[in-house]
């Protein structure tokens, strides 16, 4: 049987060559975060009450722009929706804990944490101490992007006020979302949420954001057509 | 709405959505085309900040041949499509926005 000990170090390794990908973003979202003048406690808050990378990047951008708080928060709940999915995927796996764990394990299941544990968890071996696996890999994700988010903060407080350092935001999403694209569905739900959301700017609130994504995905479906 | 109520109630729902299955299992059934939605949720809300970011500038449209960020961004677009890498995009993006500005004498 793998100790407790064994299993949680188990985690903290396997995330670990997660965590080049992922520390950069902490960085930047410090550094963008600062700069869009939200401040450094906030900025700080946001990746550890809200400890999700890009629904913090587009609540910094839609902050900086004057969204109303509910349409960010919407925007935000509808980005992180797909954490509902990874949680009935591990439901089964962690539902002997005892409330506190499940607690704890929630808050730190996101998409890096999900992706190395869900395959430890479906991988062959003796299923009694595998949440310290997933404890472990989610701890070092989580550890990583508290002290990326301070760093990104740190370096970004030194810049100078007017470095046109608001264009990196369009650009990070770019570099986010086109790799992604990889069929035809995703490539129209991407250009019509583009295209409705040129339409709908001057909506007020930013509430052609959340329509132009909704038509978007609405479109997806439709170019995807009913599975077999 | 001040932004910390903003910051803590969007992170209570992003818990909520974490923990949702994990306290209720087997009470609630995903419905197929809720599922097969959610793949498309990240690609259409970045695409739709994406696009009137590079067509606005000081949040009027700019949607003519004189808006550099226009030409930046569809560069930043096919260098992330050709080599994945976040950090070459940003940086080959930033660079084509100054060098439109500057050399184009684009403003």
């Given amino acids: 049987m793998t100790t407790r000990k064994q299993e949680f170090w188990n985690g903290v390794r396997d995330e670990a060559p997660i965590l080049l990908g992922v520390a950069p973003f902490g960085l930047i979202f410090g550094a963008l975060a600062v700069n869009a003048h939200i401040t450094v406690p906030a900025a700080q808050a946001m990746s550890s009450i809200i400890f999700a990378g890009s629904s913090q990047f587009i609540s910094a951008q839609m902050m900086g722009t004057g969204a109303s708080g509910l349409v960010i928060i919407l925007v935000v709940f509808v980005v992180n929706l797909r954490h509902a999915l990874y949680s009935a995927s591990v439901a089964p796996h962690v539902r002997h804990l005892a409330p506190g764990w499940k607690f704890l394990l929630a808050y730190l299941l996101t998409d890096e944490a999900y992706a190395v544990t869900i395959t430890h968890y479906n991988q062959e071996g003796d299923p009694a101490n595998k949440h310290w696996y997933f404890l472990g890999a989610g701890l070092t994700l989580w550890t990583v992007w508290q002290v990326s988010t301070a760093t990104g903060i740190f370096i970004g407080a030194q810049l100078p006020q007017d470095w046109p350092l608001g264009f990196v935001l369009p650009l990070t999403f770019i570099a986010l979302v086109v790799p992604a694209l990889k069929d035809k569905a995703s490539v129209a739900a991407a250009v019509t949420a583009a295209l409705v959301g040129v339409l709908t700017f001057g909506f007020p609130f930013k509430i052609g954001l959340l329509a132009a994504a909704f038509i978007g995905i609405l479109t997806g479906l439709l170019v995807e057509g009913s599975p077999k | 709405m001040s932004l910390w109520l903003v910051i803590l109630l969007a992170g209570l729902l992003t818990f909520g959505t974490r923990l949702s299955f994990i306290l209720l299992l087997d009470r609630i059934k995903v419905p197929g085309w809720f599922r097969r939605g959610l793949r498309f949720v990240p690609a259409a809300v970045l695409s739709a900040i994406i696009l009137p970011e590079l067509a606005t500038r000081n949040a009027v449209l700019d949607i003519?041949?004189?808006?550099?960020?226009?030409?930046?961004?569809?560069?930043?677009?096919?260098?992330?499509?050709?080599?994945?890498?976040?950090?070459?995009?940003?940086?080959?993006?930033?660079?084509?926005?100054?060098?439109?500005?500057?050399?184009?004498?684009?403003?």
């Fill in chain 2, 64 to 107: 003519s041949l004189r808006n550099p960020q226009l030409y930046a961004g569809a560069l930043a677009v096919l260098v992330a499509w050709r080599t994945k890498n976040v950090l070459l995009t940003i940086i080959v993006g930033m660079a084509a926005l100054l060098i439109f500005q500057a050399v184009l004498g684009m403003v």
